[in-house]
């Protein structure tokens, strides 16, 4: 099968194709022939920044063919979409049961590896900030693959007013069309009046500014692979909170949580309110140019790969 690697770190330009044989699923595991694979952020990163070489892992949506031991939760010939942490850039993959979820009929690969494992994320972390009906939500990253859908859910869940912050104003029209009712970029001297709720997924130098975005009492979710620095101090003056937030440590304690969370976004996505948007749907042998539009942040919506 193809599969695509990388030796060293560096820029896209250090992915390339090879040929390796079909891996075999160990128990608890399904081998999926693989139709779409959803480009992450923190994947992208580690390529360029990771002293050794890693898997490329990802959303990966497909077809099951075959089954490991004790793996009973999914059966051959069901579609399903997870993440997977092992190599996902390819044909086949192994995905661990506990991570994956069934594709509904009449749903696209594509659709699951841009609403699944990007939606749990939106909608953890704005659920992590006790949202209530007529608080404001800024969303950083507002037109990535996360924050397009977390623009759009905080709406659902009774914001009532949504500002959107980006890094390039030519994305403003595009957030707009999924509810911003405010768009601001990095660049701008002040974000406008603070808000409620922040959801932040850029951290490092922004973070600070996050802060600074988040009104008296109100709530800052970080769930960045960004990293980031807050003084302690500027919280207490401010009586402000900050929560930190990771999908997976939902998936592993609280799995009929993360269960009903998916749950939500495919039936939010079936009557039409929740839109997941693709970027680009890149065949896999060019998954360069996918790492290319993340790292220059060109990307509205998700990034995706594609497994004729």
Known sequence: MRRIRYEHSGGPEVLFEEDVPV???GP?????????????LPVVRKVRENREPVPLGGEVAGEVVALGDG?????????????????GYAEYAVLNQAMASAVP?????????????SGVVALGALESARPEKG???LVTAAASGVGHLALQ?????GASRVVAAVGDPAKADFVRSLGADEVVTY????????CDIVLDAVGGDLLPRAVRATAPGGRLVAYSSGGGTIDAYDLLVGGKSVIGFQVAHIARTQPARYAAWIAELWALH?????????HAAHPLADAALAHAAIEDRRNRGKVVLTVP
């Open 23 to 25: 891996p075999t699923p």
């Open 28 to 40: 608890g595991e399904l081998l999926v022939k693989v139709e779409a694979v959803g480009v992450t």
């Open 71 to 87: 793996a009973d939760a999914h059966a051959v010939g069901d579609r399903v979409t997870g993440l997977c942490f092992g190599h």
């Open 105 to 117: 009929a009449g749903a696209t690969a594509q659709d699951a590896v841009a609403l699944v494992r």
């Open 135 to 137: 608080d404001s939500v």
């Open 153 to 157: 859910l905080a709406r659902l869940r």
């Open 187 to 194: 660049a701008d001297e002040s974000w406008g009046e603070p």
């Open 270 to 278: 079936t009557e039409g309110s929740l839109r997941p948007a693709v």
